[in-house]
Structure formats: C-alpha cells, structure tokens
C-alpha cells in the first residue's frame, strides 16, 4: 500500500508562489515506475486535473495553468513537486496528489491508484 502525503498549501497573495510536494511512502523503487499527477477541487466544483508527469518524465498541464506551474519529480526522494508561480484567485482549491501505475505481470493487468488526503491552496488579497 502506497501512502502519499501532500504538504506545502497556505495563503498567498495574487502573483504569489506556492511550491506543494507530495511525499510518497510504501512504494519503495518502483515510484519512478508511478504516474504522478496534481489534481484541485474548489468548493461547489468537480475535481480537475492540473499536471501530470509521467514515469519517463513527459509533462501536460491544463491550459490555464500553463506557463505559470511546473510538476516535477524526484525518484530518489519518492517525491512530486508542484511549482506555482503567478498564482491566481482561481487557482484556490483543495490540491491533491495522485499516484496511477498500470502493469502487466504473469499476464495478468494490475492498476494501482493512490490519492493523497489533499493540501488546501488559497489566493487572496
């Protein structure tokens, strides 16, 4: 079982920078096999995805976030980074760190899909 544990929320003013990590555990070598993506719920919303990188370290973000956020990974740390720049009211949310593995083994196709408990994120003047 894989845990992860996502910290580096808080307060910022509009223009601010935020930088969220997400600290996996239990995953031992095989994080840099995982997926990793950064989600946000805001109130009254459905959960959006926001970046992805992947095991290979391709990049996507969503379109309003690009440019300004920068996912990144360190395997030897089993980490995922979130960095935020130019931040916007809209960017206030409840952010959450996913971990999405999908393997063949003995013929057999096992999917491993973890979430964090979420860090809440907040732009405001």
């Known amino acids: 079982q894989v845990q992860l544990v996502e910290s580096g929320g808080g307060l910022v003013q509009p223009g601010g920078s935020l930088r969220l990590s997400c600290a996996a555990s239990?995953?031992?070598?095989?994080?840099?096999?995982?997926?990793m993506g950064w989600y946000r719920q805001a109130p009254g919303k459905q959960r959006e995805l926001v970046a992805t990188?992947?095991?290979?370290?391709?990049?996507n973000y969503k379109d309003s976030v690009k440019g300004r956020f920068t996912i990144s990974r360190d395997n030897a740390k089993n980490t995922a980074y979130l960095q935020m720049n130019s931040l916007k009211p809209e960017d206030t949310a409840v952010y959450y760190c996913?971990?999405?593995?999908?393997?063949?083994?003995?013929?057999?196709?096992?999917?491993?899909?973890?979430w964090g408990q979420g860090t809440q994120v907040t732009v405001s003047s």
């Open positions: 990188i992947h095991s290979g370290g391709g990049t």
């Open positions: 996913n971990a999405y593995l999908s393997a063949l083994s003995l013929g057999e196709r096992h999917t491993y899909d973890y």
């Open positions: 239990g995953s031992g070598s095989i994080f840099s096999s995982f997926h």
